[in-house]
């Protein structure tokens, strides 16, 4: 099972979007977005000494008794259609709401798995590329605590594969990009991709289309339906406990009078 669990990441986009001015005006700063508030001495040389402190009290963990939404994306790397969903919908909302959701990733989709010998091969939608840009993602899922930044940065590219490696480098430098190549390559990825097709293939009801979305393990049409069209009303309204800041952030009261 490759889940993507980062609850506590949420700060690294805001910083690195509030601050880039100050980034390219701070020659001295050295490390990449992930270590900004790592210590009071990185926060300023880097400059955003203040947008650490205001995160660090905004996104401390929601300490409510209620489970978090669990969210499901079955998807392509080059599906067009579960690119967009994930860039402009899933992304988005767990960044608002990683407090109260949990987000898995499976790549693999229309996809068709054949045994091989002791190995697995793939046959996907889009062609070998989708093939390997499903194990590329799946590869960084398996190494990076990143993963949904960098798949983010892929996905979000005009050029998914050809992204990968400096999105990598981006937001988790640690992680060596011969580490996921290797990952790719050989038996590791053959198997982690085969858990992908299990999991997809075990769907109740079985999946159709993609991007294909289940929330608290379940698939309907209205699900669906409510995922693509707004998956931030649909979380909020789903969880149990008390509501984050982020939910009723949209709510405006209405004048008493109108024109």
């Not at 905004?58 to 969903?85: D, I």
């Not at 990683?98 to 002791?118: D, H, Q, R, W, Y």
């Not at 998956?231 to 789903?238: A, E, G, K, R, W």
Request: proline share 6%; net charge negative; charged share 20%.
């Amino acid at each position: 099972m490759v889940i993507v669990k980062m609850q506590h990441l949420v700060l690294l986009v805001f910083v690195a979007l509030w601050t880039v001015e100050t980034s390219l005006s701070t020659p001295l700063c050295t490390y990449p977005p992930s270590q900004w508030c790592s210590s009071p001495e990185v926060a300023a040389q880097c400059g955003v000494e203040k947008q650490c402190l205001e995160f660090s009290g905004l996104h401390k963990p929601h300490t409510a008794p209620a489970p978090g939404v669990e969210v499901a994306l079955y998807y392509e790397s080059l599906c067009g259609g579960c690119r967009e969903f994930l860039v402009l919908e899933l992304f988005p909302t767990w960044l608002m709401l990683a407090e109260i959701m949990n987000v898995t990733l499976v790549p693999f989709g229309n996809a068709l798995e054949k045994k091989n010998g002791s190995k697995y091969t793939f046959e996907c939608q889009h062609g070998e590329d989708e093939c390997k840009g499903n194990m590329i993602e799946t590869c960084i899922m398996n190494s990076s605590k990143y993963a949904f930044f960098i798949i983010f940065c892929m996905e979000s590219s005009s050029d998914v594969l050809g992204s990968a490696e400096t999105c990598l480098k981006l937001y988790d430098p640690d992680v060596k990009w011969d580490t996921i190549m290797s990952c790719v390559n050989g038996d590791e990825g053959n198997k982690l991709m085969h858990l992908n097709a299990q999991m997809t293939q075990a769907l109740q009801p079985p999946h159709e289309y993609v991007p294909w979305v289940t929330v608290n393990g379940k698939h309907t049409d209205d699900i669906q339906d409510k995922a693509m069209a707004s998956l931030f009303n649909m979380v909020c309204s789903l969880y149990m406990g008390d509501k984050p800041p982020a939910c009723s952030g949209g709510k405006k009261s209405k004048p008493k009078n109108y024109c």
